[in-house]
């Protein structure tokens, strides 16, 4: 992409747009650090950049929003320096809020999708805040697109068209993503401060920031010994 840019007289505009999604992340990696989250890698794409955690998926709502708002903070500290520094500059000035404004978009995976996903979080169920945000973000994603159609903006139909087949592979991943969910409250001891009573035997009920209790047939148990019938091979084979 360098190199096209450079072949087309575009390389301050490559250069601008880069430096501003490599801030952009930084700060991403910034806020995991400060919360003590452990980042698997870093992708950076001629149209953006994905920061990817290796995390339990019940990690604090809290958390994931400070990681999420150092982002863009990074970002809009990084374009006043510059301005500061070498005066005003219309091409990083437009390059900067387009970003801004295209990432608060909620579509898996920018950050506005993953501000929707903390507040709905916060309310409803992994499993329907999960469902509910990807089919959000999947209408988006067409919307915008379709609308981009009528622009010759190259670049953002080929982002959207990325966020297109990742919104699919997101949807099709839903079950293996919340089976996951339900493994990894099996297998580890999570500290969570909340306690949210399910008075049924529906694991879809389950919350990110809660541990639970099942009350089912007249009787209490805990999250580990009720999903243990689920994930248990020995019961299952019996």
């Not at 999604?21 to 990696?29: D, L």
């Not at 339990?56 to 520094?85: M, T």
């Not at 608060?104 to 506005?112: R, T």
Request: contains cysteine; charged residues 15%.
């Amino acid at each position: 992409m360098a190199f096209i840019c450079s072949f087309c007289g575009l390389f301050k505009n490559f250069l601008y747009f880069s430096m501003l999604i490599i801030i952009h992340e930084f700060g991403h990696f910034i806020g995991a650090k400060i919360v003590k989250w452990r980042v698997k890698k870093i992708i950076i794409l001629p149209f953006g950049g994905i920061t990817i955690f290796d995390e339990f998926l019940s990690k604090s709502l809290d958390e994931e929003f400070i990681i999420l708002l150092l982002g863009p903070l990074f970002q809009i500290l990084f374009y006043i320096l510059f301005n500061s520094i070498f005066g005003f500059n219309l091409l990083l000035h437009n390059y900067h809020y387009s970003l801004l404004l295209f990432n608060i978009l909620p579509i898996f995976p920018l950050d506005g999708y993953k501000l929707l996903n903390i507040f709905i979080n916060k309310f409803c169920s992994f499993k329907i805040s999960h469902l509910l945000t990807i089919t959000i973000s999947s209408i988006t994603a067409i919307f915008v697109f379709i609308i981009s159609l009528y622009h010759t903006n190259f670049i953002m139909l080929l982002a959207l068209i990325f966020l297109i087949i990742k919104n699919i592979e997101e949807f099709i991943n839903h079950n293996l993503l919340f089976n996951k969910f339900l493994l990894e409250r099996y297998l580890y001891t999570i500290n969570l401060k909340k306690t949210k009573i399910i008075k049924s035997n529906n694991f879809k009920k389950m919350m990110r920031e809660c541990k639970h209790i099942f009350y089912y047939n007249n009787n209490y148990q805990t999250e580990k010994s009720f999903l243990k019938k689920k994930f248990d091979i020995k019961n299952k084979l019996c």
